[in-house]
């Protein structure tokens, strides 16, 4: 071996020990994932986003990181452990499914915001609502779901996301404030055996797997004459186009099939979503006025 083979080999394991000294065991992590690496000083997070993009994480043959972003150092000295923070896709495009690694809001309860004047009582929705692109967000048990307007990208959209809900777990402010409200599937001494038996079956067999796709089912109320659940869907099943096979498909069969007094279900829409979707309405029809008087767009 040559005096300059030997001293590049001395050279590269020099500068592995160093930067696997600086970075910690770099190692191929989940493509949707974020990383804090623990240090006792400070915290040092990389992170990885989709396959196929330019911030893709990976360990290269000579232990050295290709195509790795490192962000800045941040300093995280209110936040004692490590925060794992990964992202899910749901069967809504619009929607993405965000996983902290901690509880988000306590008693396996959940609270839904359908745009950014109803999230006064949650730093957090406060602080994702500033995004720009971000039209509703649903806080689950141990999850946060995000809903996007159309016209904006995941690509765009998830940094500055995963960004805010970091910055917010640093900041040991609480997820909600004030109480929860009384869950929609509790018990009440009013209510007579077959509504009881619909909320127990919400409660126990299909909350949990519409959670799994970051969105849930509100029970609304139930017509003894006709049969008919009366529910409202919260999370991204609220503008999913799968919704109604969600409904028909899965929850109205399995309901019917426990019950036989129940004979279908129908979607009810809350009386703020209601509206919001009227002042995208409005606001759809005003463009399109705009673009007719300058000609842009025909009749």
Same mark, same amino acid.
């Given at each position: ?7 590049? +080999? ?31 000083? *400070?915290?040092?997070? +990389? ?7 330019? *911030?893709?994480?990976? @360990? ?5 990181? *290709? ?12 936040? @004692? ?15 993405? @499914? ?149 409904? @028909? ?7 019917? *099939? ?42």
């Amino acid at each position: 071996m040559s005096f300059f083979s030997s001293a590049r +080999t001395r050279l590269q394991s020099l500068a592995i020990f160093i930067v696997n000294s600086r970075v910690g065991n770099l190692t191929h992590e989940n493509p949707l994932t974020f990383r804090f690496f623990s240090y006792p000083k *400070h915290n040092l997070y +990389t992170t990885s986003v989709l396959p196929g993009s330019s *911030h893709s994480l990976y @360990k290269g043959t000579h232990g050295f990181p *290709h195509r790795q972003v490192l962000q800045q150092p941040t300093l995280l000295l209110s936040l @004692k452990r490590s925060l794992f923070l990964q992202s899910q896709p749901t069967p809504n495009p619009d929607s993405v @499914k965000f996983l902290p690694g901690r509880e988000v809001v306590p008693n396996e309860a959940s609270v839904d915001f359908p745009n950014a004047q109803s999230a006064q009582i949650s730093p957090l929705a406060k602080r994702l609502f500033r995004i720009e692109g971000i039209s509703s967000v649903f806080l689950g048990p141990d999850f946060v779901t995000v809903t996007k307007r159309e016209d904006v990208s995941w690509s765009v959209l998830r940094p500055e996301i995963f960004e805010a809900i970091l910055e917010f777990y640093s900041s040991e402010e609480p997820v909600l404030l004030g109480s929860l409200p009384e869950s929609d599937t509790t018990i009440r001494p009013e209510d007579d055996e077959v509504v009881a038996m619909i909320k127990e079956l919400l409660e126990t067999r299909i909350k949990p797997a519409v959670a799994e796709d970051g969105g849930n089912i509100l029970y609304r109320g139930y017509n003894p004459d006709t049969g008919i659940v009366d529910l409202e869907l919260q999370g991204s099943c609220t503008t999913c186009s799968s919704s109604v096979v969600t409904l @028909k498909s899965g929850v109205e069969n399995m309901l019917m *099939h426990y019950i036989p007094e129940v004979k279908g279900v129908r979607e009810v829409i809350s009386e703020e979503r209601q509206k919001m979707e009227q002042v995208s309405r409005e606001q759809l029809q005003s463009l399109e006025q705009r673009l007719r008087d300058s000609g842009v767009l025909r009749s």
